[in-house]
């Protein structure tokens, strides 16, 4: 039987989360024939919660330190590390979650062998996902496989402009309304010439549209390729979606991102894009914008969408005019800044000050859970 003290331990010494991920990972080690007394256990569970799940080499070493005994051994741990946390042996983990059911003898004591339950032990079923933990990882600590996966993940991201009223006018399932005069004759045909049932029309409703403006500068360089697959993934599921690249010009890419093919929308992209990893000129790529696409409609009424660090070459000053004008215009203005959930961020560059007063919402976008979020945050 699990002790209790033992267990309460082992509660407190970390978050839920990091607890039943370090229980799991000890169970399957010890399942490939690993000897992991309970006591290495609550030290790690320990050790996990300290250093978090975030960073891949803090989890690793977090393991390796409190687990292993033996050098001969730590081979053998790499591969069941590798396979369990994101399988970087063979591409990332199953993005379906799995059941364990571990099972306990005393504090001390091993567990059970694999499918072997006892009847009279507590049984702690835990459930995790590689998908899961790949949706909270920075994109700038992504590997190739794990990019490979976020792109089929990014698939099922779906994004579109909040609804607005539209001058069209479409059939009233109520009796308020403007009256349809035909449909109301047509009725009234059918009762000898006496409008007993009357028709109305009523507003529609429509999507605004989406305008994407992405920062492809040498310092967005480990965030520029994911929110690329995200622009596509946006201009292929709806057709009122723009998308612009923002270097030392603007470049429109919504053509080479209407491909339905990932890959080749994304090498199209790259190929339009000169100034692909170069310097940046928000806001005299603003001004550009705005003068030949933004004010002259394609921003009318729609969401705006600028992914940028902030840092910026030129005067703040541009940027603060050019976001006036866009604002006048634009329906809402969100910024999405990676380094936003860096812990401890201000926005001190000139180009990131400037540009607050005139935004609507500010929003992290280092992750695919950061662009769930931001996809909720245009369909307001």
């Not at 059911?101 to 049984?123: H, I, N, S, T």
């Not at 794990?146 to 089929?152: L, S, T």
């Not at 201009?235 to 080479?256: P, Q």
């Not at 600028?306 to 005019?321: F, K, L, N």
Request: hydrophobic fraction near 45%; glycine fraction near 8%.
């Amino acid at each position: 039987m699990l002790d209790p003290e033992a267990g309460a331990a082992v509660r407190s010494a970390a978050p839920a989360d990091a607890e039943r991920m370090a229980v799991a990972f000890v169970r399957v080690l010890r399942g490939t024939g690993f000897d992991v007394p309970i006591g290495a256990t609550v030290v790690f569970v320990r050790a996990l919660g300290a250093v978090g799940m975030r960073e891949r080499d803090g989890v690793y070493w977090a393991a390796r330190t409190t687990l292993v005994t033996r050098p001969d051994d730590v081979a053998r741990f790499d591969h069941v590390f590798a396979t369990f946390w994101l399988d970087s042996a063979g591409g990332v983990g199953a993005a379906e979650p799995e059941d364990l059911v571990l099972g306990f003898d005393g504090p001390d004591a091993g567990l059970p062998a694999a499918g072997v339950e006892r009847a009279d032990a507590p049984m702690w079923r835990v459930r995790y996902s590689a998908a899961e933990a790949l949706r909270h990882r920075d994109f700038a600590t992504y590997t190739p496989a794990e990019f490979a996966e976020a792109r089929r993940l990014t698939r099922d991201l779906r994004l579109a402009g909040a609804l607005r009223r539209s001058r069209r006018a479409q059939r009233s399932r109520h009796q308020r309304g403007r009256p349809d005069l035909r449909r109301t004759v047509r009725r009234a045909l059918r009762s000898g010439g006496e409008p007993v049932i009357r028709a109305f029309r009523e507003p529609s409703t429509r999507r605004r549209g989406v305008v994407l403006l992405l920062d492809v500068s040498g310092s967005m360089e480990p965030y520029a390729r994911a929110f690329l697959r995200f622009f596509q993934a946006a201009v292929v599921s709806r057709s009122r979606v723009e998308a612009f690249a923002l270097g030392t010009r603007v470049t429109r890419v919504t053509r080479e991102l209407s491909v339905r093919n990932p890959d080749a929308a994304l090498a199209g992209a790259a190929q339009r894009v000169a100034d692909w990893s170069g310097g940046t000129r928000l806001g005299e790529c603003l001004r550009e914008f705005n003068d030949q696409w933004g004010v002259r409609g394609m921003a009318r009424g729609a969401v705006v969408v600028i992914a940028s660090d902030g840092w910026d070459r030129g005067a703040p000053d541009v940027i603060a005019e050019q976001l006036a004008r866009l604002g006048r215009v634009a329906h809402r203005i969100v910024w999405v800044n990676p380094l936003k959930a860096s812990p401890g961020y201000a926005p001190l560059a000139r180009g990131m000050a400037a540009a607050l007063p005139y935004i609507d919402e500010f929003v992290e976008g280092h992750s695919l859970a950061a662009l769930e979020t931001l996809a909720d945050v245009i369909a307001v």
